[in-house]
């Protein structure tokens, strides 16, 4: 896996939700919204009208790496298809993440404040360094809810907003993705809304909120929340 380096980048990868239909249904998306998008490069619509639908749910399903194309809500709940990560002139690596506390300072992202958007997400993947080795981890809601990153889009690439971290992930990363909870999505999607009457929602989430899984090699992998197995574990939403 490709590790994107820039500064002090929060993530490199994420899962979306693997059951894109359940999705739909919680939040009302029409599928109608992805199945006409233009697919991305290498996904063809050339068979019957089902064989389209899971071409463009397969498009945006599984575990998600920069430049990948990832799923996105917009205003009036519209899905729509972005690749992960802004291409800024002179810069060889796409910027997958945004800092919250800097947007309106940066020129890259001044433009974008009303262009905001919602990524979803079953969780993240991010590695603890422990010297020179590092440790995987995965970042899930224990229960097995997807995730409404913040998110910034151009009308082809997306971005993620990040914050600090919540205290309970703090020894994993000193960045997390800044998630958008069901009470302000509307809010948060609604282009007259000031960018800056929004702000408060770019925090950690409470510390309780979140269950982290650290894979070892030496030992089983345990859930370092509840001790638990990670064969009996539930929190299994990621692709291997």
Not at 20 to 49: K, S, T, W, Y
Not at 63 to 72: K, L, Y
Not at 105 to 117: D, G, I, Q
């Amino acid at each position: 896996m490709v590790i994107v380096k820039m500064g002090k980048t929060m993530c490199s990868r994420f899962d979306l939700n693997s059951d894109i239909r359940a999705f739909q249904v919680q939040l009302g998306l029409e599928m109608e919204d992805i199945i006409r998008m233009p697919l991305p490069d290498g996904f063809n619509r050339n068979g019957p009208d089902d064989e389209d639908e899971d071409a463009a749910f397969d498009s945006l399903t599984g575990t998600r790496r920069p430049t990948d194309p990832i799923a996105v809500i917009l205003p009036h709940q519209k899905a729509a298809i972005r690749y992960w990560g802004l291409s800024i002139p002179g810069m060889n690596s796409p910027m997958i993440n945004a800092r919250a506390e800097t947007l309106t300072e940066k020129p890259t992202f001044r433009p974008l404040l009303n262009r905001r958007c919602l990524i979803p997400a079953n969780g993240w993947y991010e590695w603890r360094k422990d010297g020179t080795a590092k440790h995987k981890n995965r970042i899930t809601l224990p229960d097995h809810q997807p995730f409404l990153f913040a998110g910034l889009e151009n009308g082809r690439e997306a971005t993620i907003i990040t914050c600090a971290p919540s205290g309970s992930i703090a020894h994993i990363h000193n960045r997390m993705p800044a998630v958008i909870g069901p009470n302000h999505l509307a809010a948060w999607l609604d282009p007259h809304m000031a960018f800056e009457d929004l702000g408060y929602m770019l925090g950690p989430l409470p510390d309780h909120v979140l269950s982290w899984q650290e894979e070892r090699s030496d030992r089983p992998e345990t859930d370092q929340n509840t001790g638990a197995d990670e064969k009996t574990n539930q929190i299994d939403l990621f692709s291997k």
